[in-house]
């Protein structure tokens, strides 16, 4: 699992949909996923917290949580199917644990107020993700490169040996 964070909210220019962009703590890869506009607006709300006069649904799914002693640990988008991601959010109370289906639009809303991490699974990243810092691929492509051509068969040997 890779942890990402909010980077922001963008509309596409072709089917005017909103998208959030998760990006990794790296800043080396991005995860564009479609949501609906009530979704983008509530992690807008998130990531420029104004108080509300009343709790809107993402806030009262915390209150709750928080009102039963209940923690949530972490959301996880797990996999993505047919064009579609699938989100669960693990809450802990005490020691008893539950993973939740969730949409990862409310995942990502809601783990924004809670405070939690928020963590996506290797396939779904190399599925969808695009990159974000093609220089330092690069560079990171031409270290290893370097380390090949500078590794010889007594390297291997060492590392057997010793």
Same mark, same amino acid.
């Given at each position: 699992m890779i942890e990402m964070k909010v980077a922001g909210i963008a509309i596409d220019a072709i089917?005017?949909?909103? !998208? &959030?962009?998760?990006? *990794?703590?790296?800043?080396?890869?991005?995860?564009?996923?479609?949501?609906g506009e009530a979704?983008?607006?509530? !992690? &807008?709300?998130?990531? *420029?917290?104004?108080?509300?006069?009343?709790?809107?649904t993402h806030e009262l799914f915390v209150h709750l949580l928080q009102a039963w002693g209940m923690k949530l640990e972490r959301v996880v988008i797990h996999s993505l199917k047919n064009s579609t991601f699938y989100a669960v959010l693990t809450v802990s109370q005490g020691e008893t644990k539950k993973d939740i289906d969730s949409r990862p639009s409310d995942a990502i809303a809601i783990a924004l107020r809670a405070g939690c991490p928020i963590w996506v699974m290797e396939e779904v990243i190399l599925?969808?993700?695009?990159?974000?810092?093609?220089?330092?691929?690069?560079?990171e492509r031409r270290a290893f490169r370097e380390f090949l051509e500078n590794l010889s068969p007594s390297d291997f040997a060492k590392g057997i040996q010793g």
């Open positions: 089917s005017h949909h909103p !998208i &959030v962009f998760l990006q *990794d703590t790296a800043d080396r890869r991005a995860l564009p996923i479609w949501i979704e983008a607006k509530a !992690i &807008v709300a998130a990531l *420029d917290p104004k108080p509300s006069i009343r709790p809107m599925q969808a993700s695009v990159p974000v810092n093609q220089d330092a691929d690069e560079a």
